[in-house]
């Protein structure tokens, strides 16, 4: 493959990762915050749809983000392969880096806050 056509693979995979990376994180953000809080949209919500808000929502959008990142890691990788040259393959590890190092930092993140909401939600339930 051509040096130009891999750079601009990286491109687009790279612009489509900086896109969506925000949506999901923004996503997952907000429904942290509505177990936390126990509102949503301004209402109360049980402690039971708090529970399952933290394992259906937020556990999926946090953990989605991770599962929509690795292939991002891996078509890195696999440009890297094809590049022609040593400078494009060099980029190309780096975006490889990149997205592995937001992988492994959402991944931490998320098992901290799961632990942090279900000890919120487990003082909220004996208060």
Not at 55 to 78: E, H, K, R, S
Request: glycine share 8%.
């Amino acid at each position: 493959m051509s040096d130009v056509t891999t750079i601009l693979l990286m491109l687009a995979t790279f612009g489509l990762l900086v896109v969506s990376f925000p949506f999901l994180v923004r996503r997952a953000h907000q429904r942290c915050d509505d177990v936390a809080t126990g509102v949503v949209n301004g209402v109360s919500i049980s402690m039971k749809y708090r529970w399952l808000m933290l394992f259906q929502d937020y556990v999926a959008n946090a953990f989605g983000i991770v599962i929509v990142t690795f292939p991002f890691m891996v078509g890195f990788l696999a440009l890297a392969e094809v590049a022609g040259s040593g400078d494009v393959r060099n980029v190309a590890y780096v975006c490889a880096a990149a997205a592995g190092w937001a992988l492994v930092a959402v991944l931490v993140f998320a098992f901290g806050w799961v632990a942090h909401l279900v000890s919120l939600l487990r003082q909220a339930e004996a208060d």
